[in-house]
C-alpha cells in the first residue's frame, strides 16, 4: 500500500497510507438526466521564456487533452470561465485562442463534445471614463467572436459594468441589448464577490435578495434569449429561492462547488443543472454519481458524492478565487499533466499544509487514480518546501 509522511498543523511529520481507489469507468454507465459542465483548467507551458507573473504561457496540447478527458466522461467543457484563470493571468487574446481551440478539438472528438464559451469584457479595463455604452461594445466584440467560431456563449459578470453601473437600470439595459442581438441563448454567469471581489454589487445591490429580484427581473424580459443561468454564491437556499421563480424554459445551473450534490438531485419542485470549477477535479466521480443519478438510484448518488463535498470545500476554501491552484495540483497528481505550475505563477497561491489536506481529502473522496504516482509527485512538492520524506 501506498503511502507517505506529511506534515501536520503543530509541524510534526505524520505517516499517511493511501487507500485502493475504485477503478472508475473510463466513459458513463448511462445517459445524463442532467446537463452537466466542468468548468476546466488551462495548462501552463513551464518551459517557456520570459515572466510568468506576466506572460500568458499555456501548453496547448495537454490543455486540449485534458478536454478529452472531460468530453470522455460525458461531461460538457466551459471554456475559457474563471477556472480557466480569466482574468487572472489570462487574458481575452489568450482566451480567444483557447476557445477557437477548443471549438475545433470537438469537431474532430469522435462523440459528443459539449462546449460553453466564456464571454466577457476583461479586455477593458475600467476608470473613471469608463460607461455602459463602453462595456456593451465590449460584451459585443467578444459575442462576436465566440459565435463566428460557432461556439454557445456563456455571458460572464462584468468587473467593468460592476465599476460604472449607477444603478440597477445600467444592468438591465447592458445586458438587455447584449441578448437582443445574440443568435442563440445564452447561458447568465452570476459570479460572487467570493469567486472576484471586483464583483461586489452586482446587479446594483450587495444584497442577494435584491440581487436576485434584479436579476429575475432581466432574466423574465430576456427569457426568448436565455438557455440558463449559473450562480455561484455558494449558498444553496438563494440558488434554491432563485430556481423556483426562473420563467418557464429558463434552466438553473449550479456553481455551488460547496453543495452541488443536493442541488442537483433536486427536489419535488425542481432540481439544477451543472456547470461547476469542481467538476476539473472529481470528473470520474461525478460521472458515476450523475450515470447512478440517470438510472434512478439516488443512494448510490449520494454515496459517490458525499466524500468529494469535503474535497471542494477545501479547494475552494477563503479566499476562494485561488481555488485554481488546487485544481491543478490534482490534475498533477493524477497525472493529466506533468508539472505543478499555473498561468501566472498562481501555484504559490496556497500553503503547503492545504495542499497535503488536499492530498488526504482526495485519497479519502477516491480520486487518486494511481496512489503510487500520487505518491511519487507529492514528494518533490514536499521537498521544495524543505521536508524530506526519504526516497
Not at 70 to 96: N, Y
Not at 183 to 199: C, N, Q, R, T, Y
Not at 271 to 280: K, M, P, T, W
Request: glycine letters at 8%; aromatic letters at 8%.
Amino acid at each position: 500500500m501506498a503511502r507517505i509522511d506529511l506534515p501536520t498543523d503543530d509541524g510534526r511529520l505524520e505517516p499517511f497510507e493511501l487507500s485502493d481507489p475504485p477503478s472508475w469507468p473510463k466513459r458513463p454507465t448511462a445517459s445524463f438526466n442532467r446537463i452537466a459542465y466542468g468548468a476546466v483548467h488551462v495548462v501552463n507551458d513551464p518551459l517557456a521564456a520570459g515572466d510568468p507573473y506576466h506572460r500568458t504561457a499555456v501548453d496547448w496540447d495537454a490543455t486540449m487533452a485534458f478536454r478529452r478527458h472531460i468530453w470522455d466522461l460525458g461531461l460538457g467543457v466551459a471554456e475559457a470561465m474563471d477556472t480557466a484563470q480569466r482574468g487572472m493571468g489570462m487574458d481575452w487574446p489568450a482566451s480567444r485562442e483557447l476557445i477557437e481551440r477548443t471549438l475545433a478539438e470537438a469537431r474532430s472528438y469522435e462523440g459528443e463534445a459539449l462546449v460553453g464559451c466564456g464571454t466577457g469584457t476583461d479586455q477593458l479595463i475600467p476608470d473613471a471614463s469608463t460607461t455602459v455604452d463602453d462595456v456593451i461594445a465590449a460584451y459585443e466584440e467578444q459575442c462576436a467572436a465566440v459565435e463566428a467560431a460557432g461556439g454557445q456563449i456563456v455571458l460572464m459578470a462584468s468587473r467593468a459594468l460592476a465599476a460604472c453601473a449607477q444603478s440597477t437600470d445600467d444592468y438591465a439595459r447592458a445586458y438587455g441589448r447584449i441578448l437582443s442581438q445574440i443568435k442563440e441563448p445564452v447561458i447568465i454567469h452570476w459570479l460572487g464577490e467570493m469567486f472576484d471581489p471586483a464583483l461586489e454589487g452586482y446587479w446594483g445591490h450587495t444584497d442577494l435578495g435584491a440581487a436576485m429580484d434584479v436579476c429575475l427581473a432581466i432574466l423574465e424580459d430576456n427569457a426568448a434569449h436565455v438557455d440558463g443561468i449559473k450562480i455561484s454564491v455558494l449558498d444553496a437556499q438563494v440558488e434554491i429561492d432563485m430556481r423556483r421563480r426562473l420563467p418557464e424554459g429558463v434552466r438553473m445551473y449550479t456553481g455551488d462547488d460547496f453543495n452541488f450534490a443536493e442541488l442537483i438531485a433536486g427536489d419535488e419542485q425542481g432540481y439544477s443543472d451543472a456547470l461547476l470549477g469542481i467538476f476539473d477535479v472529481i470528473a470520474p466521480a461525478a460521472s458515476v454519481a450523475l450515470s447512478a443519478l440517470a438510472q434512478g438510484d439516488l443512494e448510490r448518488y449520494h454515496e459517490i458524492f458525499a466524500p468529494t463535498v469535503p474535497l471542494g470545500r477545501h479547494i475552494f476554501q477563503a479566499p476562494t478565487q485561488y481555488y485554481k491552484t488546487g485544481v491543478v495540483f490534482m490534475a498533477y497528481l493524477n497525472g493529466l499533466q506533468d508539472h505543478f505550475t499555473l498561468v501566472g505563477g498562481q501555484e504559490s497561491a496556497r500553503s503547503l499544509l492545504h495542499l497535503c489536506e488536499l492530498f488526504r481529502l482526495a485519497d479519502a473522496a477516491h480520486l487518486l487514480s494511481d496512489p503510487d504516482l500520487a505518491v511519487a509527485r507529492m514528494k518533490p512538492v514536499l521537498a521544495v518546501h524543505g521536508i524530506d520524506t526519504g526516497s
